[in-house]
């Protein structure tokens, strides 16, 4: 399975969960800047570089711009400058600290192909034992060649990562700093235009085998009333609040426009510094 971070994630978790097992999946780690909703990347076309959607072909995140191609040439745009203007890149993905997935079993990409092999090679970092074993079997059937990385581009790799670190801490500050000091006010205010479709639990790789439960009514969480009780969305917070892989899905799918992966990643994010000092390098961080 070719993963991008949020997914590795998710996998994890499902695993976690006895949903899958690790043991039957070879994950092949990309790294990523982001992504980018398709109606809001139409928009963003349309507005801000004067393209028609339509004629675009191919759309990729590079050495900080969003650019794209289009019958007749190709533009890029800072993401800065794009995301200042309220476009570019899912709210999530902005905060993601996950860019080069090493939880993997390889982790690969094009950032730090450098020189003729741009844009004809991908950068390979080996994970696991059953990374390296598709990796050997791969070149010992001719499929592929590999040579060691060049250090400048070892270099720049690090670089790249290290500014969308930056990026991420940059999103984190403000968008969390927007929900204090009154946080559970604001989701009280957000969740009251709910209208329990349960999207947001369906969606989530975290909920996802306590679903039918949810649509049980007990005491706590009422059935039948629009917009759901509080307990509703607390309830679910707490229970993905040390586990939230800040995927957007439940953002994403949420028909009210509720910002509910915001504040799941805000307390996912609040929790995990009781917990950094003993995580050590082998945790990932979203």
Not at 71 to 79: L, Y
Not at 195 to 221: E, L, R, S
Not at 225 to 240: C, E, G, K, N, V
Request: aromatic share 6%; net charge positive.
């Amino acid at each position: 399975m070719v993963v991008k971070g949020c997914d590795m994630m998710g996998l994890l978790e499902l695993a976690k969960r006895k949903q899958v097992n690790l043991d039957n999946i070879v994950m092949i780690g990309v790294n990523c800047g982001g992504s980018v909703s398709p109606v809001s990347a139409r928009r963003m076309i349309k507005e801000k570089f004067g393209v028609d959607p339509n004629t675009v072909t191919k759309e990729e995140i590079d050495k900080g711009q969003f650019i794209i191609e289009y019958e007749g040439g190709h533009k890029g745009i800072s993401m800065d400058e794009l995301e200042e203007a309220g476009y570019g890149r899912r709210s999530n993905c902005r905060r993601c600290k996950l860019k080069v997935p090493r939880q993997a079993d390889l982790a690969c990409g094009n950032w730090g192909v450098i020189g003729d092999k741009a844009g004809k090679a991908t950068f390979v970092e080996v994970c696991s034992e059953k990374g390296a074993k598709l990796l050997d079997g791969a070149v010992k059937a001719n499929k592929l060649t590999t040579e060691a990385a060049n250090p400048k581009g070892v270099e720049l790799r690090g670089k790249v990562e290290g500014a969308m670190l930056k990026l991420g801490d940059k999103w984190r500050k403000k968008d969390f700093a927007a929900l204090s000091p009154n946080l559970w006010e604001t989701i009280g205010k957000e969740t009251g235009r709910c209208m329990k479709c349960y999207a947001c639990i369906d969606h989530c790789p975290v909920c996802v085998t306590i679903a039918d439960k949810w649509k049980t009514p007990d005491q706590m969480v009422r059935a039948g009333f629009i917009p759901a009780d509080p307990m509703f969305h607390l309830r679910r917070f707490a229970h993905i609040s040390d586990s939230c892989i800040n995927c957007g899905q439940c953002e994403e799918g949420c028909p009210s426009e509720i910002p509910l992966a915001l504040f799941s990643h805000a307390i996912r994010t609040e929790a995990d510094k009781f917990f950094e000092p003993k995580l050590g390098k082998s945790a990932y961080t979203n």
